[in-house]
């Protein structure tokens, strides 16, 4: 061990070289129930020049790397080493917004890039940038949009990929390239903005579109250092409507005629659990909101940047107000219990110092996976169903039904709080947990992130897909020293 701590000291610095039981012990684990495994050594590199440095040495001694970008604490397992002798490559210190352009609306940023970070920077440019669903406050953005957690602005994500365009990624074998159309160019930033290439499309190395290989991919392909992202035009007007229902179906006509005019920018619906815990401040107040709001609420928002901003919200409300009317549904700015002011603002900005999602009961276990809206119904019904016969409260699982990619298909979430220093309930969602989600699967949810046992139970499922993979792998990552034992049958 002493060997190789001079190893990585000479790469990194013996500063960013830890080893201490303590901190060692804090990486070793997460939030979910990602069995624990103690990594030997966290290193912080600076730069990409370190980062590609390590992925070397790895190879050459075999030694698993496990990527960490966002702060702690993490909620899905994968930043969790799968096999002993690991070596955590935490990149929270690469925090650099290396570029802000307004005029073609990119930033590029560093994987240690926070969303709190980043949109106060774009702020002061105008821009902003369409997140997920009220990030945590130390979440890195590069990670965010690199396992394409769904954003807000769903009825204008005309890619499934958006907002990220480009990047600059070591892949497993120590090979450095650029993704995109930055690949086709000098592999140099600041020559290309002497030639006016700004990083914007994300198709290349020429016809290759590399940015494939490194998406939803959880560190097991390579470790990205930077990625352009594609910003917003900071809002003039921004409005949240709320549409109440005493069952998501009521909501379906609705949200695929919104979908299909392309009227508003934000769409997302969900159960009163889920729309309680997003806005309550304590679990005192979601238990009491929980009792208030209706059965299921839509979210609609609409906004106008600096072209006639009035006049387009104007517009879209009285449009979205008929097709509200024509649905028997109301178009309102409040609802008992909820202000749609207040749903906007949770939304968009990120969470404080704790989690919104352990506010109620302390921790959580999520489910999610990609369907379409006709199907949601299904899902929701079998996950009750479930939690009847495990004894869970179904009143405390919250729904949350994000439309992406223009509608043609949604990310379905099922969130089941629990008391982490309980025994007996904590046994109990993780059974839960476990035979929902292989149920999930059986009805046709496909885990497009497949984290922790999804992996095994989406892998499972087309021989022929997995076969693809670990040939891409071998080629990228001959060695096996990225995130072993992630998207692996298990």
Known sequence: ??????????IVGIENVIDSPEVLETYSKDQSFAKSMMPVFVVKPEDAVQVQELVKWANETKTPLVPVSSGAPHFKGDTVPSVPEAVIVDLSGMNKIININRQQRMAIIEPGVTYGQLQEALAKEGMTLSTSLRPRANKSVLTSVLEVEPRLNCLHQFNYTEPVRCTEVTFGDG???FTGEAGNGAKDLHTQWEQEKWQVHSNGPQMVDMLRMVLQAQGSMGIVTWASVKCELLPAIQKMYLLPAKKSTDLEAFAYKVIWSRFGDKLYMMNRAYLANLLGETSEKIAKMKTEL????????????????????????????DTAKQTGLQFLTAVTGAAGEEVLSKSINPSGEEYWKQTCKGAFQDI???????????FINAMYELAIEAGYPTEDIGIYIQPQHMGTSVHLEFNLPYDPDNAKEVKKVRGLYEK????????????????????????????GSYEILKKMKNIFDPNNIMNTGKLTLQ
């Open 436 to 463: 929902a989600s292989l149920e999930m699967s059986k009805l046709g949810g496909y885990y497009a992130r497949p984290y922790d046992v999804w992996a095994g139970i989406q892998l499972n499922k087309d021989a």
């Open 175 to 177: 090979n450095q390239i």
């Open 368 to 378: 999610f996976f990609i369907t379409t809206l006709d199907r949601t119904s299904k």
């Open 1 to 10: 061990m002493n060997g190789m701590k001079k190893t990585l000291s000479e």
């Open 294 to 321: 209706p059965n299921w609420v839509a979210a609609v928002g609409i906004s106008g940047d600096i072209l006639l901003p009035e006049m387009k919200v104007s517009g879209q409300e009285q449009d979205i107000a």
